[in-house]
T-cell receptor, first 114, second 114 residues
Framework: AQSVTQLDSHVSVSEGTPVLLRCNYS??????LFWYVQHPNKGLQLLLK??????LVKGINGFEAEFKKSETSFHLTKPSAHMSDAAEYFC????????????FGAGTRLFVKA | DSGVTQTPKHLITATGQRVTLRCSPR?????VYWYQQSLDQGLQFLIH???????AKGNILERFSAQQFPDLHSELNLSSLELGDSALYFC?????????????FGPGTRLTVL
């Protein structure tokens, strides 16, 4: 079975400060992990993905995530927040050989203060 | 623009009615996924089709059904609609159907049941 937990429903940061959005996963198989972003009234856009290559994954807009198997975590980070980063972020466990269901975390809403 | 199209953008209907949502995947993508996004349930995976065949089922109600046609477009049929079915319905597509495949999301269809 697979599951994903986003540890914070809301995160608030000041512009120019680091962002950390936390995600823990559970998977019986080697997981495929993704972070998606959803801006208000928009569809979802892929930020980055992990598929068992490098454990540090770089994505778009300066975001990156580190896969830590020992901690079953896949936290999303960005060194310096921008106002345009304000959105909802979803950690996702993708389909794998053990089952084909995509599972979304509950989402973390990021607020960026000027 | 992800290349995934969904019609209609908005749909307003009454309880007990039946509606059909349509999705056209990106050119070359064989997989189509359907999701429901509501305030109380978050993003829920409904169903996944790969090259015309059902690949996985998620939290899809028996009142809902889907299919993928030979030209790879997909339709989600919702019947005996209830107030609680009001939600944003997303379609996504990917090249394959297994691990590591990035899903590209359409803009969604907002369904309002009155």
């Amino acid at each position: 079975a697979q599951s994903v937990t986003q540890l914070d429903s809301h995160v608030s940061v000041s512009e120019g400060t680091p962002v950390l959005l936390r995600c823990n996963y559970s998977s019986s198989y080697s997981p495929s992990l993704f972070w998606y972003v959803q801006h208000p009234n928009k569809g979802l856009q892929l930020l980055l993905k992990y598929t068992s290559a490098a454990t540090l994954v770089k994505g778009i807009n300066g975001f990156e995530a580190e896969f830590k198997k020992s901690e079953t975590s896949f936290h999303l980070t960005k060194p310096s927040a921008h106002m345009s980063d304000a959105a909802e972020y979803f950690c996702v466990v993708g389909p794998n050989a053990g089952g084909f269901k995509t599972i979304f975390g509950a989402g973390t809403r990021l607020f960026v203060k000027a | 623009d992800s290349g995934v199209t969904q019609t209609p953008k908005h749909l307003i209907t009454a309880t007990g009615q039946r509606v059909t949502l349509r999705c056209s995947p990106r050119s070359g993508d064989l997989s189509v996924y359907w999701y429901q996004q509501s305030l109380d349930q978050g993003l829920q995976f409904l169903i996944h089709y790969y090259n015309g065949e059902e690949r996985a089922k998620g939290n899809i109600l028996e009142r809902f059904s889907a299919q993928q046609f030979p030209d790879l477009h997909s339709e989600l049929n919702l019947s005996s609609l209830e107030l609680g079915d009001s939600a944003l319905y997303f379609c996504a597509s990917s090249v394959g159907g297994l691990a590591g495949n990035e899903q590209f999301f359409g803009p969604g269809t907002r369904l309002t049941v009155l």
